[in-house]
């Protein structure tokens, strides 16, 4: 079963705009991981949040973590054509020992 | 440094053939794992592997999916025999270690269509 849920499901948008998307788990984590995966790829790691961490930042992400709610937002500001992918959350459950679960994803649009 | 690789990249079966996938992690990586990712879901890990032995193999349909990791570097992942439901991405990731707060590194991965 997947434990992260993302919203939306797709999302589309102009270069230049910021996109959110949100994820929602149902179970305590270690931490909460995002990942970008473009057409045809393999994923790649974009930001870890611990669980006692609530914003973490690296470039132009931002992710945010409100444990209490178990839920989480990625934060793209002044998107670029090539930030067009889909992704996915992934959270570590406190059980698994780094055993990923991952959410089905939201695909990112951004038209030039 | 190079990353993971995976070979082949397409593989296109007839329903109970059987196929195999190879991957090669990161150098140094004790932790390897193999995730199935269908079309519009994420990826479900099938099987981890630290070193050479087995850390969780419980999302494994081990009655047609198998897989192994001699020696601690190298694994091969077999689908004998396939089911249509088997299409999908085959995705092989390494890590350091297992445990918390280590990235995951993944490969391009192998897209399976079982016709």
């Known amino acids: 079963s997947q434990q992260g849920e993302e919203d939306p499901q797709a999302l589309s948008i102009q270069e230049g705009e910021n996109a959110t998307m949100n994820c929602s788990y149902k179970?305590?984590?270690?931490?909460l991981q995002w990942y970008r995966q473009n057409s045809g790829r393999g994923l790649v790691h974009l930001i870890l949040?611990?669980?006692?961490?609530r914003e973490k930042h690296s470039g132009r992400l931002r992710v945010t973590l409100d444990t209490s709610k178990k839920s989480s937002s990625l934060l793209i500001t002044a998107s670029r054509a090539a930030d067009t992918a889909s992704y996915f959350c992934?959270?570590?459950?406190?059980?698994?020992?780094?055993?990923?679960?991952f959410g089905a994803g939201t695909q990112v649009v951004v038209t030039p | 440094e190079a990353g993971v690789a995976q070979s082949p990249r397409y593989k296109i079966i007839e329903k109970r053939q059987s196929v195999a996938f190879w991957c090669n992690p990161i150098?140094?990586?004790?932790?390897l794992y193999w995730y199935q990712q269908i079309l519009g879901q994420g990826p479900k890990l099938l099987i981890q592997?630290?070193?050479?032995?087995?850390?969780?193999d419980s999302q494994l349909p081990k009655d047609r999916f198998s897989a192994e990791r001699l020696k601690g570097v190298d694994s091969t992942l077999k689908i004998q025999p396939a089911k249509l439901e088997d299409s999908a991405v085959y995705l092989c990731?390494?890590?350091?270690?297992?445990?918390?707060?280590?990235?995951?590194?993944f490969g391009p991965g192998t897209r399976l269509t079982v016709l």
């Open positions: 949040i611990r669980s006692n961490e």
């Open positions: 150098s140094g990586h004790a932790t």
């Open positions: 179970t305590s984590i270690n931490n």
């Open positions: 990731a390494s890590s350091l270690q297992a445990g918390a707060m280590n990235e995951q590194f």
């Open positions: 992934a959270t570590d459950p406190l059980d698994s020992w780094g055993k990923l679960q």
């Open positions: 592997f630290q070193n050479n032995g087995v850390v969780d």
